[in-house]
Structures are given as structure tokens and as C-alpha cells.
């Protein structure tokens, strides 16, 4: 499936994975596994976002739920690129559309649930207005 350069422009983070050769098979097909790993690299980008920075002393984020939908395969050698926009903000969660795209095919699109955590207590950390404020210029 392809997709249009619009509705990409609309996802607050884009950035590039190299594929590796341990990343496939020997006919060159990435590993089903691998693709968590591009999510891990989207998400890390948007949290270190220059206006948004969710990362500090006391406060990090764990993962609560992932969802993926593997559309085509992806092969090596090559590159990904691994969109990551907004589509819900909780108390103190973040829903995530996510997409993994090689030469404009979408071979994957996930929804993840990212929690906020104080990491003191390990606990869920409710977003402080401000960084609401912020992130909410970053819904889809």
C-alpha cells in the first residue's frame, strides 16, 4: 500500500533506519522481530523532540501496548522509515500511530500505548500542562 506524501507531512516525527544483515534472512527478508525495534527508534525520536524533550531526571516513559499490523515484507539491503505521530493524550499516556515504510510502501502500521512514569516512585506520572499543551500541536 502506498502512501501520499500529505498525509505524512501530518506525523510529528520521521526518522531512518539502515537495515543490517543480521536484520534478515538468507533470501534477505527482515525478521518479524526487527520491526519492534524501528518503533523503539520512532518513538525514542519524537520523545527527545527538540520542543517536547519528555525525557528528564525523574520522568521516562514505559511501554504498555503495542498492536501491529505487518502489511508486506521489508528487505535488506536498505533502509526504513519509521513514522510517528499522535493520536490520543491521556492523564499520563500517549497513544502512537506508527508506520514503517520502505521505498513508499507502508510494510507496517502500529498503535502504542506509551505511559509516562515517575522514575522514582515507578509509577504513572500525570503530564504537567505544559508539556499537554505541547504535545497536543502533535495530534494526527
Not at 510529528?12 to 524501528?38: E, I, M, P, W
Request: hydrophobic share 40%; net charge negative; aromatic share 10%.
Amino acid at each position: 500500500m502506498a502512501v501520499s506524501k500529505s498525509d505524512l507531512e501530518k506525523y510529528a516525527s520521521v526518522t531512518t533506519d539502515k537495515l543490517r544483515y543480521c536484520d534478515a534472512d538468507s533470501q534477505g527478508h527482515v525478521n518479524n522481530a526487527v520491526f519492534s525495534t524501528f518503533l523503539e527508534t520512532g518513538r525514542t525520536e519524537l520523545f527527545i523532540h527538540e520542543k517536547l524533550n519528555l525525557f528528564t531526571k525523574t520522568s521516562g516513559f514505559a511501554l504498555a501496548n503495542l498492536n501491529m499490523d505487518f502489511l508486506r515484507p521489508v528487505f535488506w539491503p536498505g533502509e526504513v522509515q519509521i513514522y510517528t505521530g499522535i493520536s490520543r493524550i491521556g492523564g499520563s499516556s500517549l497513544e502512537l500511530q506508527q508506520l514503517v515504510i520502505q521505498n513508499n510502501e507502508i510494510a507496517a502500521s502500529a498503535k502504542t500505548t506509551m505511559v509516562q512514569i515517575d522514575l522514582t516512585t515507578n509509577k504513572a506520572k500525570k503530564f504537567e500542562d505544559d508539556i499537554r499543551q505541547e504535545l497536543s500541536n502533535y495530534l494526527l
